[in-house]
């Protein structure tokens, strides 16, 4: 019901500014704010209702749509914008709410094995399919997968200390963002690496959404995917490390997954903690992900958040594309933001799962410094790789590299190294989508000014001018 409610204020809004642009929209705006008004009044109790105050308040749906008005509601935003420290949770509270991970999995990994890996006591019938009833399996390609670990199961078992063991293992490194910046081309070339493992799904979203029950963004939480059902993703690597262990040899393999959500998505701790609606969450993904592997690596690849929202527009919209579509949704999220600003702090705006549920494209998404601090409030800087889509396209030899090192793989033959960098760009925009042409160029303006303090603070953060997206690093 809720996603139904979105969609149909969605559909109304949409119409509302198609039919009635600049001078011409507040001739009905009244009318329109007014039903739009009580529309909102209703759903974001329903969105939201444990909450005591409203997302929305009724300032945000005053009309005027001209550009200065939209120039200046996005400078207004900029004034807001201040950068503050959160509360880093202590290691103890993210344990306290994952017990059961914290039971299942060790705090020290096997010595002789590059990858987290570790032998987990195997209890209750050996006899019967351990990946039977896993949630993954719903996909055709995760199924047949399943089906062929099944048939090997039992003679992968170990008998120590007379009790049955199976190797279980997690990724070494994570490809946690963002969306429509590379993730998959990235994906793609490492699988080429002869010591990288990346076994389907690309993207288990577990961390931030399967393991509350989300199953889509923006739905309201179902079947929680257990910790075993994600272990069981990685059985086919462990397989490999296994067979090293028995020749009594290390490991050098490593896996990792990819899952674009990761860096970004916080949304669903909304349903699990009795809150206001202007509260920061109090923990993280990347605490519990700290809590249980401190010593991980990541990789951020990273886009013009201009062009990040567009391209994710286009991706992820279905029906009436187009920039003038484009614009108007622009508008429309920069107003919600702005109103969000007005009652709250920015951190609380950027987790605000309600506002970002609600907001017709994904403004929050290209706020890369926000995330990032707080990947830095617990994980060393040495331990993030932050790059841009714009260099790794520019020179892949050099990206992948750049990679390489970082995850301490061996170096390439030259025959190998020109095979993973002369494969064909993965994910690129679909035809039809690139015959609807740029962006409105006041979208542009507008947008550029939304993210310029943004790509500011990450430029300073990672000390590099490029950062700002702004054409002076790439014509130095």
Not at 24 to 40: A, M, P, Q, T
Not at 113 to 118: H, I, R, S, T
Not at 283 to 303: E, K, Y
Not at 377 to 393: I, K, M, P, T
Request: overall charge positive; hydrophobic content about 35%; aromatic content about 10%.
């Amino acid at each position: 019901m809720n996603s139904e409610f979105v969609s149909s204020v969605g559909h109304l809004k949409v119409n509302h500014v198609t039919r009635c642009r600049s001078s011409s929209c507040v001739r009905c705006s009244k009318v329109c704010g007014f039903i739009l008004l009580l529309i909102f009044i209703v759903g974001s109790y329903m969105l939201s209702s444990e909450r005591k105050t409203l997302l929305f308040p009724p300032y945000l749906l005053e009309e005027d749509l001209s550009e200065d008005a939209l120039r200046d509601a996005v400078r207004n935003i900029a004034t807001k914008v201040k950068f503050e420290a959160r509360r880093v949770p202590d290691v103890s509270e993210s344990i306290g709410l994952e017990k059961h991970m914290f039971s299942v999995i060790p705090q020290h990994f096997l010595p002789n094995v590059k990858n987290p890996c570790w032998f987990e006591e195997l209890r209750g019938n050996v006899s019967e399919d351990p990946y039977r009833s896993n949630l993954f399996g719903r996909s055709r390609q995760i199924q047949l997968i399943f089906e062929r670990l099944s048939g090997s199961f039992r003679q992968r078992l170990r008998r120590h200390d007379g009790k049955l063991q199976r190797l279980r293992c997690l990724p070494y490194f994570y490809i946690i963002g963002q969306p429509k910046c590379g993730t998959t081309d990235l994906y793609e070339r490492l699988k080429l690496h002869p010591d990288v493992r990346l076994t389907p799904p690309k993207e288990p979203h577990w961390w931030t959404r399967k393991r509350y029950g989300i199953i889509i963004s923006g739905e309201r939480p179902h079947t929680r995917f257990p910790l075993d059902h994600y272990l069981d993703l990685f059985d086919p690597v462990a397989i490999q490390i296994q067979q090293s262990l028995l020749g009594n040899s290390s490991s050098g393999i490593i896996t990792g997954e990819a899952s674009a959500s990761t860096m970004w998505d916080n949304n669903a701790w909304l349903y699990f903690h009795d809150n206001s609606t202007w509260a920061e969450p109090p923990s993280l993904v990347l605490d519990s992900i700290h809590a249980l592997q401190p010593d991980a690596r990541f990789i951020a690849i990273l886009r013009d958040p201009v062009e990040r929202l567009y391209s994710d527009y286009l991706y992820f919209g279905t029906v009436n594309k187009s920039a003038l579509d484009f614009h108007q949704k622009v508008c429309e999220s920069l107003r919600m933001f702005d109103g969000c600003l007005r009652d709250a702090g920015l951190r609380a705006c950027v987790y605000n799962g309600t506002l970002n549920n609600a907001m017709t494209v994904r403004l929050q998404v290209g706020l890369y410094v926000v995330f990032l601090l707080d990947w830095l409030s617990v994980f060393s800087r040495d331990q993030l790789l932050v790059l841009r889509l714009e260099d790794h396209a520019s020179n892949l030899t050099l990206s992948m590299s750049r990679i390489f090192r970082f995850l301490r793989l061996a170096p390439l033959s030259d025959q190998r190294q020109r095979q993973i960098s002369r494969r064909p760009a993965s994910n690129t925009r679909h035809a039809s989508d690139r015959n609807l042409g740029p962006m409105q160029t006041i979208t542009r303006e507008l947008l550029t000014l939304f993210y310029a303090p943004f790509n500011q603070k990450l430029a300073e953060v990672l000390r590099d001018e490029s950062f700002t997206w702004d054409g002076r690093s790439e014509h130095a």
